[in-house]
């Protein structure tokens, strides 16, 4: 089953054993191949290894062959928008997370980047606003980190 393959992968990901989580994602692609599967979620991880690894334009390739494969999935989208804000492409993340934003209008993630995407560009007021919305949708602590790593990397 490509999708139990594809979770072995993610596993061994999330333990920075990147070598062998590849091994995992590429049998699933490959099997998923022959049976007509959905191989989007093993392309996207494979993306995420490149840029664990630094390597941002392999990575930002597999985000993008992930989205061709399952426009439905939004993952890929949402990690090309982190490279464009890793990169300082602020304008190109945020027009990709409001893409986002208009398919999960409560996501916090993508409400949580597209405020840090303003910040970052220096826009305050837009950061402030957006944080506000964040805090009346969720109480996730992944998005009281964000806010809390935004605030340090610009000394508020």
Same mark, same amino acid.
């Given at each position: 089953?490509?999708?139990?393959? #594809?979770?072995? !992968? ?6 920075? /054993? $990147?070598?062998? %989580?590849?091994?995992? &994602?590429?049998?699933?692609?490959k ?12 392309? #996207?991880?494979? !993306? ?6 630094? /390597? $941002?334009?392999? %990575?930002?390739?597999? &985000? ?29 993340a ?55 790593i ?7």
């Amino acid at each position: 089953n490509p999708e139990y393959w #594809n979770h072995v !992968g993610t596993c061994l990901m999330l333990d920075k /054993k $990147y070598v062998q %989580s590849l091994y995992f &994602f590429n049998l699933s692609i490959k099997l998923a191949s022959v049976s007509k599967f959905d191989h989007s979620a093993a392309l #996207n991880n494979i !993306g995420l290894i490149n840029f664990y690894q630094g /390597k $941002y334009q392999e %990575s930002f390739n597999y &985000f993008k062959k992930a989205h061709q494969v399952n426009k439905n999935l939004r993952a890929p989208v949402f990690n090309m928008a982190q490279l464009h804000i890793h990169f300082g492409l602020y304008d190109n993340a945020r027009l990709l997370l409001i893409k986002l934003l208009s398919q999960a209008p409560a996501d916090p993630e993508v409400l949580s980047s597209i405020g840090i995407a303003w910040l970052l560009k220096g826009n305050f007021k837009i950061y402030g606003f957006s944080c506000r919305i964040i805090t009346t949708i969720t109480h996730h602590i992944v998005i009281l980190t964000h806010q809390k790593i935004c605030h340090a990397m610009v000394g508020i």
